[in-house]
């Protein structure tokens, strides 16, 4: 009996040293951005993107609001606070969605241009936005939160690219 319990207490312990091995792994290293300005961009962001996959029309005008500000900091991303800007004067969510689809493009080209120090961030694609043209975000999960059609379709998408 006693040379039973030391065999399922040894399996037991060893169950437990390979799942936290795995765990781990699969845990995801924080991102560090190259630019502080760029960290605040994305922040913003990423409120954004949040917003509008909640679909919380309030919370979508103070997060555009909140970027087009962090924009207006980066030289060359000036040109992308206007987008920002836009979406705060929009009144249909389509026309949100075209200028976000926008902004986005612009986003991750300044992230991939600046470079991160650590971590990994997510290019992510929905075929079926913008009336089937498509259309990407950037995303610090792998989990597919589509920001085109919230909780309507809030899975539709893939990730297409890993900016490391």
């Known amino acids: 009996m006693k040379t039973l319990n030391k065999r399922i207490l040894f399996v037991i312990i060893s169950l437990l040293l390979v799942s936290n091995v795995s765990f781990a792994q699969t845990q995801a290293k924080p991102v560090v951005f190259a630019d502080n300005n760029i960290k605040s961009i994305y922040q913003d962001y990423a409120k954004l993107d949040a917003a509008l996959v909640k679909g919380d029309a309030a ?57 991160l120090k650590s971590g990994e961030l997510y290019v992510t694609h929905c075929p079926m936005a913008l009336d089937h043209k498509g259309a990407y975000w950037l995303s610090g999960s792998k989990e597919i939160n589509n920001p085109y059609f919230g909780k309507m379709m809030l899975r539709c998408g893939s990730v297409e690219e890993t900016t490391k």
């Open 59 to 115: 919370a979508v005008k103070a997060a555009a609001t909140a970027l087009a500000s962090s924009l207006k900091l980066v030289p060359e991303a000036k040109s992308i606070a206007g987008k920002a800007s836009q979406i705060v004067l929009s009144k249909e969510v389509k026309e949100q969605h075209v200028y976000f689809a926008g902004i986005s493009i612009d986003v991750i080209a300044l992230v991939k241009k600046s470079g």
